[in-house]
């Protein structure tokens, strides 16, 4: 029986002597999803993920990977599931063919069919040396021998690090098509841009801690805002809104305002009409830009 649950922290914690790892974890990653991993570098994606492999040990807390736990099951874990580190290596010497030759004899189900229609969707370059690719090159193969024995779950750190649109996109398609069947996809990025494309639901994590997972659709129903509003006193706009609760990151540009709004007008309506309003322009605001606000501690309700 398949576990609903691909992939569960539960008050996970990292501890490292000199720095920070990751505190009080806690997820589900549906199985047959897309989940989006997202935070800036240095926040504790590849602690998190290093753990699920059982490449690092958890301090306290626990990881379940395909209903099996992190530590005592973790070669069964490898054996289902295909990884790309964020700093992917190969040796240089080799051709891509024969990397991914030497990766595939690792394993004992391999598809060669599979790896051939991977190979040719990305454009992969398997006749040249490691040595002589480039970095979108290189990661392309990456991602290759992460999918090429079908995995049930498909673990990606960064994947999308020197691609070109083309292949990106490529790349989204391909995510999409493993989750339709069935299979499950954990991608850790620290650009929302690129996940929303792809991901079912989205969990942020800011220094070590998570601070929200939410399915896409619930991010962009929170009704953030952007405003820019021309007024005819900058300065006595900007004494009057910048108190507000529902007005954040408020900046001033001669006589333009630009400000985001969260939650209700009622507060914003009745001092707009006191100021001489000369132009306002308002947007709802992009799943970035709701993904900053996290990050800067406003509220998003």
Known sequence: MVDPVAIRL?????????????????????????FGFLGPNGAGKTTAIRTLLDLLRPTSGSATVLGLDSVRDSMEIRRRTGYLPGDFVLPPQLTGAEALDWLASLRADRSPERRGELVERLGVELHRPIRQLSKGNRQKLGLVQAFQHDPELVILDEPTSGLDPLVQDEFHRLVREHAARGRSVFLSSHSLDEVQHVADTVGIIREGSMVAVESVDALRARGLRRMTIRVADAAEAQRRLQDLPAVSDLRVSGDHLDLAVSGSFDELLPVLADLHVLDLLSRAADLDEIFLAFYRGESTP
Do not use: I
């Not at 000199?18 to 999803?33: I, K």
């Open 10 to 34: 539960a008050s996970l914690t990292v501890s490292y002597r000199h720095g920070r790892g990751v505190t009080g974890l806690d997820l589900e990653m549906a199985t047959g999803s897309v």
